[in-house]
T-cell receptor, first 110, second 116 residues
Framework: RKEVEQDPGPFNVPEGATVAFNCTYS??????FFWYRQDCRKEPKLLMS???SGNEDGRFTAQLNRASQYISLLIRDSKLSDSATYLC???????????FGTGTRLQVFP | GAGVSQSPSNKVTEKGKDVELRCDPI?????LYWYRQSLGQGLEFLIY????????KSGLPSDRFSAERTGGSVSTLTIQRTQQEDSAVYLC??????????????FGDGTRLSIL
């Protein structure tokens, strides 16, 4: 089983739609969770950290379910500029090593 | 500098040559990471440093790859006797690396390596 697994997509959604991505992780000792965004031929950029109680940043909401070992990202009112690959990132146990999922591609169309 | 700086941004070299890639992390960041990304693929972890030591070298693909970090700052990734399959974007990231495990990482723009 991969340490971090994501549905590769692509998710093709119209502007204004709500879309959700899930990610599962295998290491139950993981403590830190993030969503990154990567545009084509660019470096990954931190989108948001994921906290145990769930957190929201504008149109983006992240949730963590430790019991089931999954993380979700919800994007409301999708914009064309949201088109990118979204990477789920989890630390490995009690270390600073982060493992990146292979990403979920989102394409928002007019 | 304000962000992670990598050089060169592009490198084209002939098969069999050695290459050296450089990463200058964000000031004050103790953890430094190297990744590799081939076209259309995910990030492949290579190695990470905590200070000058490398707790995890498990991702280095072969003994042709090595990395060092001196003074807790700049790191160099060296690839000896390059092969065509080494062609990829090499990304460096840094994080605070203190306190709570798994601080968010900040990436440089990467070095695009092409082996002819």
């Amino acid at each position: 089983r991969k340490e971090v697994e994501q549905d590769p997509g692509p998710f093709n959604v119209p502007e204004g739609a709500t879309v959700a991505f899930n990610c599962t992780y295998s290491n139950s000792a993981s403590q830190s969770f993030f969503w990154y965004r990567q545009d084509c031929r660019k470096e990954p950029k931190l989108l948001m950290s994921v906290y145990s109680s769930g957190n929201e940043d504008g149109r983006f909401t992240a949730q963590l379910n430790r019991a089931s070992q999954y993380i979700s990202l919800l994007i409301r009112d999708s914009k064309l500029s949201d088109s990118a690959t979204y990477l789920c990132v989890v630390n490995i146990g009690h270390t600073d090593k982060l493992i990146f999922g292979t990403g979920t591609r989102l394409q928002v169309f007019p | 500098g304000a962000g992670v700086s990598q050089s060169p941004s592009n490198k084209v070299t002939e098969k069999g040559k050695d290459v050296e890639l450089r990463c200058d992390p964000i000031s004050g960041h103790t953890a430094l990471y190297w990744y590799r990304q081939s076209l259309g693929q995910g990030l492949e972890f290579l190695i990470y440093f905590q200070g000058n030591s490398a707790p995890d070298k498990s991702g280095l693909p072969s003994d042709r790859f090595s990395a060092e970090r001196t003074g807790g700052s700049v790191s160099t990734l060296t690839i000896q006797r390059t092969q065509q399959e080494d062609s990829a974007v090499y990304l460096c990231a840094s994080s605070l690396g203190r306190g709570r495990f798994g601080q968010p990482q900040h990436f440089g723009d990467g070095t695009r390596l092409s082996i002819l």
